[in-house]
């Protein structure tokens, strides 16, 4: 857990030049610049419109470090949307996002990632035409022969060998950890869907994250794998990682998740632990005809 | 066990679609074997003498290196990244162009700059990926059917700029362009290799002689050969470097850019950077080609017929006979297009008449048709024969448009070239104790051991 | 989705000045031009041929533009070989009206290969009308043939297959039937085309006197004519609506899935139809015929339909006509030698408009 501690430890302080002034009232800022290090990510006053359509209505919440909070809303209540905006997908109409005390309003998808902030898709989208080991090591940040000299010239060439190497026992031991190193030489594109599931967690691992975030990973899952993904988040968080899991099933959300924030018509309907919410009638009425 | 000559084409295809880089080395050797010995029985057949066979193969050889080198360049960019660059011939008009202007002599028409020749090849490689880095900015921005057009409208721009009158002074314009440096084969073996008339050296001499022995006296021949296999010892590096670039880390960022570009920025990696870096690259290399091919090779170029479309959709369609996105299938879709497709129906009509056949020449597509009703079909036989250049593109696009329907991974199937510089399959368990004591987070390893 | 959202906004950031860049020079030009004209460096009448002749070759680009963005837009692809829809157009079209016109003066045969000179023959609009309309309408039908055949032999067995595989395919086919053409008709630029009747206009009209000829007038009227007859399928037809539906709206297209096939076949009709009609045209107005026409206008056709806005026949029609008008007005610039750079900066114009507003001029406006 100390190490935990120490990798989120963030810059605080050096974030006081990024912020616009009046963009929001003080108050929130204020909250927002001072964010405690318990709180990884932090959303204020979300908003996202497509055209006429608003996906996100100012939405506010906040992820508290090593934790497993869920995200959870009827479809069509902004869940992928408020991930996209995080995430740097879309870049948002109004509103704030920081992580780890840092603004990354409006950052590009990699400038998110590099500040160890990454990200799963609804569908999984794995390099179909690129093998399971492919794929694991395209993940991780700081790779030397990223650049084109060190991967060509020999005199560079072997540090770049050299990195390849620990990778490659990472990525196996990563394939092992979720049991799908049996494929790892295989086409992504010919896994199954709930293994490519597993794919792409492995696959963010790969990239020594600091925070995940999890799209709807349990679509289209069976029973069995949907154990054994579940059981490797939990081992993962007990290890410090921090997730933020949208899910569209709410028993699950309500089973494991300890904070859990419910969403609807693109706003924060609600937040608390899994008894709060079970009893919020407001979610009850949201809820009412999708499945309970 | 394989009987049918189908399935030995299918075992040989699992075969080279599995080969690792010794097993792609010998089979290109093996191609570059075969095509020697076709083009030479090709030139025994005809009767020509030594020379006429030499020089029947020396051709092939360099149209085939110089192919292969151009397919080399489009496929760093189009095979791995995706970029639908179809401006090959502009970039190559540029590394023409540039090695003529930067190294001609300053005392010709259009007047060089002088400069040393390695220094005037990396000069063109240099301007053709300038060039290449504005081309990127669509790149970067469009689909690619958008940068389709874009590519083949920007190689339009610069050949017909190339042939405007107000910079005829430094191009030539309408005139073409001819002052370029002697290539380094002339070079090696000539005292004054600017100067037609001039004497060979002593390695000339040397050379000269022992080729004059077996029966060659032209020395341009032999100029020509050794320039043909020094385009193959350059066809080889940048292979070799291809190949690193492809199967490295860098290389697999490209094939991420290419599969799925919002994973590969999900995944933290800047693809805009990376796919300005390999368009510069492939135009650089594309500049190389033409440096090399139009420029050192044919010594002339005039953009009225060099440099059209045309040039970069044979350089497409060599890249997808061998297969988009192998750098072994890139050499063997450069040598199997410029060897059968491009130079071998040209000898066609000289086989042809060595059949005592004495075809009709019909003088028009008319004539040459109306004799099918009568069941005669000689003259349409003849006609084909003696028109067999329109023939040969009728035939190229015919096999483009069955290629795309039958086979889009190319003639030989796909292949698997993982991107990575060590082999991945190839685990190496001691590793993994020194990254995880490293710092590295390796949950894997904690729950796993 | 996702993706498009980003880069729409990722654009706007580098767009803008460029954006600027392009409309502060466009008002420079015109500003120029008022100067010219203020200051007598440039006559009316010197103005008024540019805009003539522009109009005149613009429609022939509009016209071949029609049929380019409805399969752009319709099938998702750019077909590099709609250029030799129009150059067969031009070839059928104009064998077929040197048959009409050229009576025994030669062998069918001779005359089919367009081989006596044009003079003897005489094809022109003034002498020889029956052979100039029968030619366009041949023209029309065997390029719609030819696209119908092309489609089932090679694009139909790819039907849902990506953009781009279509494209390579479309470039094979280009080859295929451009060498086919050099193989029939020879790789010579034959003139075909009479004299025909010119007039003198604009003297009334205080424009000063330029030259109008009936070629050109008969071009307007066919090109008006035809662009008509489109209007009215296009709106007044359930087809034609459902067509113009699918080209406008991508996401309408997305939803109703793949074009039916009844849609597909229409699309190659019309687009084909009147490619081969501005094949036809074109080699009325500039006189001479060889194989590469149609591979030698397909960028200008590609620069008009991009400008009108991919999927928007309105909108080719237009472009078509501001292609052809800025390549004749080039001219005021572009004078002497530099006349040579009339090509390249047409295509610089072309590339620019993809980087500012790739949706063309027209695109996302309701073209009704
Ligand atoms: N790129 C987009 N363009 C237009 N509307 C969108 C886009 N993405 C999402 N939406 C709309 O925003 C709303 C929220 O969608 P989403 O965030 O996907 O919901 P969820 O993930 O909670 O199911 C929906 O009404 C959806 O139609
Ligand atoms: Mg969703």
Same mark, same amino acid.
């Given at each position: 857990?100390?190490?935990?501690?120490?990798?989120?430890?963030?810059?605080?302080?050096?974030?006081?030049?990024?912020?616009?002034?009046?963009?929001?009232?003080?108050?929130?800022?204020?909250?927002?610049?001072?964010?405690?290090?318990?709180?990884?990510?932090?959303?204020?006053?979300?908003?996202?419109?497509?055209?006429?359509?608003?996906?996100?209505?100012?939405?506010?919440?906040?992820?508290?470090?090593?934790?497993?909070?869920?995200?959870?809303?009827?479809?069509?209540?902004?869940?992928?949307?408020?991930?996209?905006?995080?995430?740097?997908?879309?870049?948002?109409?109004?509103?704030?996002?920081?992580?780890?005390?840092?603004?990354?309003?409006?950052?590009?998808?990699?400038?998110?990632?590099?500040?160890?902030?990454?990200?799963?898709?609804?569908?999984?989208?794995?390099?179909?035409?690129?093998?399971?080991?492919?794929?694991?090591?395209?993940?991780?940040?700081?790779?030397?022969?990223?650049?084109?000299?060190?991967?060509?010239?020999?005199?560079?060439?072997?540090?770049?060998?050299?990195?390849?190497?620990?990778?490659?026992?990472?990525?196996?031991?990563?394939?092992?950890?979720?049991?799908?190193?049996?494929?790892?030489?295989?086409?992504?594109?010919?896994?199954?869907?709930?293994?490519?599931?597993?794919?792409?967690?492995?696959?963010?691992?790969?990239?020594?994250?600091?925070?995940?975030?999890?799209?709807?990973?349990?679509?289209?899952?069976?029973?069995?794998?949907?154990?054994?993904?579940?059981?490797?988040?939990?081992?993962?968080?007990?290890?410090?990682?921090?997730?933020?899991?949208?899910?569209?099933?709410?028993?699950?959300?309500?089973?494991?998740?300890?904070?859990?924030?419910?969403?609807?018509?693109?706003?924060?309907?609600?937040?608390?632990?899994?008894?709060?919410?079970?009893?919020?009638?407001?979610?009850?009425?949201?809820?009412?005809?999708?499945?309970? | 066990?394989?009987?049918?000559?189908?399935?030995?084409?299918?075992?040989?295809?699992?075969?080279?679609?599995?080969?690792?880089?010794?097993?792609?080395?010998?089979?290109?050797?093996?191609?570059?074997?075969?095509?020697?010995?076709?083009?030479?029985?090709?030139?025994?057949?005809?009767?020509?003498?030594?020379?006429?066979?030499?020089?029947?193969?020396?051709?092939?050889?360099?149209?085939?290196?110089?192919?292969?080198?151009?397919?080399?360049?489009?496929?760093?960019?189009?095979?791995?990244?995706?970029?639908?660059?179809?401006?090959?011939?502009?970039?190559?008009?540029?590394?023409?162009?540039?090695?003529?202007?930067?190294?001609?002599?300053?005392?010709?028409?259009?007047?060089?700059?002088?400069?040393?020749?390695?220094?005037?090849?990396?000069?063109?490689?240099?301007?053709?990926?300038?060039?290449?880095?504005?081309?990127?900015?669509?790149?970067?921005?469009?689909?690619?059917?958008?940068?389709?057009?874009?590519?083949?409208?920007?190689?339009?721009?610069?050949?017909?700029?190339?042939?405007?009158?107000?910079?005829?002074?430094?191009?030539?314009?309408?005139?073409?362009?001819?002052?370029?440096?002697?290539?380094?084969?002339?070079?090696?073996?000539?005292?004054?290799?600017?100067?037609?008339?001039?004497?060979?050296?002593?390695?000339?001499?040397?050379?000269?002689?022992?080729?004059?022995?077996?029966?060659?006296?032209?020395?341009?021949?032999?100029?020509?050969?050794?320039?043909?296999?020094?385009?193959?010892?350059?066809?080889?590096?940048?292979?070799?470097?291809?190949?690193?670039?492809?199967?490295?880390?860098?290389?697999?960022?490209?094939?991420?850019?290419?599969?799925?570009?919002?994973?590969?920025?999900?995944?933290?990696?800047?693809?805009?950077?990376?796919?300005?870096?390999?368009?510069?690259?492939?135009?650089?290399?594309?500049?190389?080609?033409?440096?090399?091919?139009?420029?050192?090779?044919?010594?002339?170029?005039?953009?009225?017929?060099?440099?059209?479309?045309?040039?970069?959709?044979?350089?497409?369609?060599?890249?997808?006979?061998?297969?988009?996105?192998?750098?072994?299938?890139?050499?063997?879709?450069?040598?199997?297009?410029?060897?059968?497709?491009?130079?071998?129906?040209?000898?066609?009509?000289?086989?042809?008449?060595?059949?005592?056949?004495?075809?009709?020449?019909?003088?028009?597509?008319?004539?040459?048709?109306?004799?099918?009703?009568?069941?005669?079909?000689?003259?349409?036989?003849?006609?084909?024969?003696?028109?067999?250049?329109?023939?040969?593109?009728?035939?190229?696009?015919?096999?483009?448009?069955?290629?795309?329907?039958?086979?889009?991974?190319?003639?030989?199937?796909?292949?698997?070239?993982?991107?990575?510089?060590?082999?991945?399959?190839?685990?190496?368990?001691?590793?993994?104790?020194?990254?995880?004591?490293?710092?590295?987070?390796?949950?894997?390893?904690?729950?796993?051991? | 989705?996702?993706?498009?959202?980003?880069?729409?906004?990722?654009?706007?950031?580098?767009?803008? !000045?460029? #954006?600027?860049?392009? =409309?502060?020079?466009?008002?420079?030009?015109? %500003?120029?031009? @008022?100067?010219? +004209? /203020?200051? *007598?460096?440039?006559?009316?009448?010197?103005?008024?041929?540019?805009?003539?002749?522009?109009?005149?070759?613009?429609?022939?680009?509009?016209?071949?533009?029609?049929?380019?963005?409805?399969?752009?837009?319709?099938?998702?692809?750019?077909?590099?070989?709609?250029?030799?829809?129009?150059?067969?157009?031009?070839?059928?079209?104009?064998?077929?009206?040197?048959?009409?016109?050229?009576?025994?003066?030669?062998?069918?045969?001779?005359?089919?290969?367009?081989? !006596?000179? #044009?003079?003897?023959? =005489?094809?022109?609009?003034?002498?020889?009308? %029956?052979?100039? @309309?029968?030619? +366009? /309408?041949? *023209?029309?039908?065997?390029?719609?043939?030819?696209?119908?055949?092309?489609?089932?032999?090679?694009?139909?067995?790819?039907?849902?297959?990506?953009?781009?595989?279509?494209?390579?395919?479309?470039?094979?086919?280009?080859?295929?039937?451009?060498?086919?053409?050099?193989?029939?008709?020879?790789?010579?630029?034959?003139?075909?085309?009479?004299?025909?009747?010119?007039?003198?206009?604009?003297?009334?009209?205080?424009?000063?006197?330029?030259?109008?000829?009936?070629?050109?007038?008969?071009?307007?009227?066919?090109?008006?004519?035809?662009?008509?007859?489109?209007?009215?399928?296009?709106?007044?037809?359930?087809?034609?609506?459902?067509?113009?539906?699918?080209?406008?709206?991508?996401?309408?297209?997305?939803?109703?899935?793949?074009?039916?096939?009844?849609?597909?076949?229409?699309?190659?009709?019309?687009?084909?139809?009147?490619?081969?009609?501005?094949?036809?045209?074109?080699?009325?107005?500039?006189?001479?015929?060889?194989?590469?026409?149609?591979?030698?206008?397909?960028?200008?056709?590609?620069?008009?339909?991009?400008?009108?806005?991919?999927?928007?026949?309105?909108?080719?029609?237009?472009?078509?006509?501001?292609?052809?008008?800025?390549?004749?007005?080039?001219?005021?610039?572009?004078?002497?030698?530099?006349?040579?750079?009339?090509?390249?900066?047409?295509?610089?114009?072309?590339?620019?408009?993809?980087?500012?507003?790739?949706?063309?001029?027209?695109?996302?406006?309701?073209?009704?």
């Amino acid at each position: 857990m100390s190490d935990t501690e120490e990798r989120q430890a963030a810059p605080d302080g050096t974030d006081a030049d990024h912020e616009e002034p009046g963009t929001a009232d003080s108050a929130v800022e204020e909250a927002a610049k001072s964010t405690p290090r318990g709180i990884p990510l932090r959303v204020q006053n979300l908003r996202k419109e497509f055209g006429g359509i608003t996906a996100v209505a100012d939405a506010s919440f906040h992820v508290e470090a090593g934790s497993l909070t869920g995200l959870i809303g009827p479809n069509g209540a902004g869940k992928s949307t408020t991930f996209n905006c995080i995430a740097g997908v879309h870049r948002p109409t109004a509103g704030k996002v920081y992580f780890q005390g840092e603004d990354i309003t409006g950052l590009r998808p990699e400038q998110v990632a590099n500040k160890g902030l990454v990200r799963t898709f609804q569908i999984a989208r794995e390099m179909e035409d690129m093998t399971v080991l492919e794929n694991m090591m395209l993940a991780p940040r700081g790779q030397v022969g990223e650049s084109l000299a060190y991967s060509v010239l020999p005199g560079l060439r072997d540090q770049v060998v050299t990195q390849e190497e620990d990778l490659r026992e990472r990525a196996w031991e990563t394939l092992e950890f979720f049991e799908i190193d049996h494929l790892a030489g295989d086409y992504a594109g010919s896994l199954s869907g709930g293994q490519r599931k597993l794919l792409e967690m492995a696959r963010v691992l790969m990239t020594d994250p600091e925070m995940v975030l999890l799209d709807e990973p349990l679509a289209g899952v069976n029973p069995t794998l949907e154990k054994k993904l579940l059981e490797r988040v939990h081992e993962l968080r007990d290890q410090g990682l921090t997730f933020l899991l949208v899910e569209h099933d709410m028993d699950i959300i309500m089973n494991h998740c300890e904070h859990i924030i419910v969403m609807h018509q693109g706003k924060v309907l609600a937040e608390g632990g899994a008894e709060d919410i079970r009893n919020d009638d407001r979610v009850i009425d949201a809820y009412l005809g999708e499945t309970l | 066990m394989s009987n049918s000559p189908r399935e030995r084409l299918s075992v040989l295809r699992t075969r080279f679609s599995q080969g690792g880089g010794v097993n792609d080395a010998a089979l290109l050797l093996v191609t570059m074997l075969a095509l020697w010995v076709l083009f030479a029985a090709v030139g025994m057949y005809l009767q020509y003498d030594t020379a006429g066979v030499l020089g029947t193969v020396v051709n092939m050889t360099f149209l085939v290196a110089v192919y292969a080198l151009a397919v080399l360049a489009l496929n760093l960019q189009w095979g791995y990244a995706g970029l639908f660059n179809i401006g090959v011939a502009g970039f190559m008009a540029v590394g023409a162009y540039s090695v003529g202007i930067l190294s001609g002599d300053p005392g010709g028409t259009p007047a060089g700059f002088g400069l040393p020749l390695p220094i005037g090849i990396l000069g063109a490689m240099l301007i053709a990926a300038l060039v290449g880095l504005v081309a990127a900015f669509p790149a970067l921005r469009l689909r690619a059917d958008y940068l389709a057009i874009a590519t083949v409208a920007m190689s339009e721009i610069i050949r017909t700029t190339l042939l405007a009158r107000p910079f005829a002074e430094i191009t030539g314009a309408g005139q073409g362009f001819r002052n370029f440096p002697s290539n380094p084969a002339r070079t090696l073996y000539y005292e004054n290799p600017g100067d037609v008339t001039s004497e060979p050296n002593a390695i000339g001499e040397a050379v000269f002689g022992v080729f004059e022995s077996l029966g060659v006296a032209r020395t341009n021949l032999v100029v020509d050969l050794t320039y043909a296999l020094l385009l193959l010892v350059i066809v080889g590096i940048v292979y070799v470097l291809s190949r690193r670039t492809g199967n490295s880390p860098f290389g697999r960022v490209l094939k991420a850019i290419r599969e799925d570009e919002l994973v590969a920025e999900s995944l933290g990696k800047d693809t805009r950077l990376f796919k300005i870096k390999i368009f510069m690259l492939g135009c650089a290399l594309m500049g190389l080609a033409g440096a090399l091919w139009q420029g050192l090779g044919n010594q002339s170029v005039n953009p009225t017929t060099n440099f059209l479309p045309v040039l970069t959709f044979y350089i497409f369609i060599a890249l997808i006979v061998g297969g988009s996105g192998s750098n072994t299938g890139s050499v063997l879709g450069g040598a199997v297009f410029a060897a059968l497709l491009f130079l071998l129906p040209t000898y066609i009509s000289n086989i042809v008449s060595t059949f005592n056949l004495t075809l009709p020449r019909p003088n028009s597509a008319v004539e040459a048709v109306t004799p099918l009703f009568s069941a005669d079909p000689m003259p349409l036989v003849g006609f084909v024969v003696a028109n067999i250049d329109s023939m040969r593109f009728i035939i190229i696009g015919v096999l483009l448009v069955w290629l795309m329907q039958n086979r889009p991974d190319g003639l030989l199937g796909h292949r698997k070239e993982v991107a990575s510089s060590v082999d991945l399959m190839q685990r190496d368990r001691k590793r993994g104790q020194t990254a995880a004591t490293d710092g590295g987070r390796s949950q894997g390893g904690e729950s796993d051991e | 989705m996702a993706v498009s959202d980003r880069t729409s906004w990722g654009g706007r950031f580098l767009d803008n !000045p460029a #954006a600027f860049v392009a =409309g502060a020079v466009a008002v420079l030009l015109l %500003l120029d031009l @008022v100067r010219r +004209l /203020v200051t *007598g460096a440039l006559g009316p009448a010197t103005l008024m041929t540019y805009l003539w002749t522009g109009l005149v070759i613009g429609l022939i680009y509009g016209l071949a533009g029609i049929g380019l963005s409805l399969t752009y837009s319709i099938l998702n692809f750019a077909n590099f070989a709609h250029g030799e829809y129009v150059s067969v157009g031009a070839f059928s079209g104009w064998s077929t009206a040197y048959i009409v016109a050229g009576g025994s003066i030669a062998t069918l045969g001779d005359l089919f290969l367009l081989r !006596p000179p #044009a003079g003897r023959v =005489g094809v022109s609009i003034t002498s020889a009308p %029956l052979a100039v @309309v029968v030619g +366009l /309408v041949v *023209g029309v039908v065997v390029t719609v043939a030819m696209a119908l055949v092309l489609d089932r032999i090679v694009y139909r067995p790819m039907r849902g297959a990506e953009g781009i595989s279509l494209l390579i395919a479309s470039i094979g086919v280009a080859f295929a039937v451009r060498y086919l053409l050099a193989l029939v008709y020879g790789t010579g630029r034959p003139g075909v085309t009479a004299g025909t009747r010119r007039f003198f206009v604009g003297d009334t009209l205080g424009l000063g006197r330029f030259i109008v000829d009936s070629h050109q007038i008969a071009i307007i009227v066919a090109s008006l004519g035809l662009m008509l007859g489109v209007h009215l399928l296009l709106t007044r037809t359930k087809l034609g609506k459902s067509m113009r539906a699918m080209a406008d709206n991508e996401d309408l297209a997305r939803v109703t899935g793949i074009p039916t096939e009844r849609v597909i076949r229409s699309t190659w009709i019309l687009g084909g139809g009147l490619a081969g009609a501005a094949g036809f045209l074109v080699v009325l107005t500039q006189g001479t015929i060889a194989y590469n026409i149609g591979w030698l206008l397909l960028l200008l056709i590609f620069a008009a339909v991009i400008l009108g806005g991919i999927g928007s026949v309105y909108g080719a029609m237009v472009g078509g006509v501001v292609i052809g008008i800025a390549q004749q007005a080039s001219s005021i610039w572009l004078r002497g030698p530099w006349s040579d750079m009339t090509l390249p900066v047409t295509f610089a114009l072309l590339i620019v408009i993809l980087l500012v507003r790739p949706q063309g001029i027209y695109g996302g406006v309701e073209t009704t």
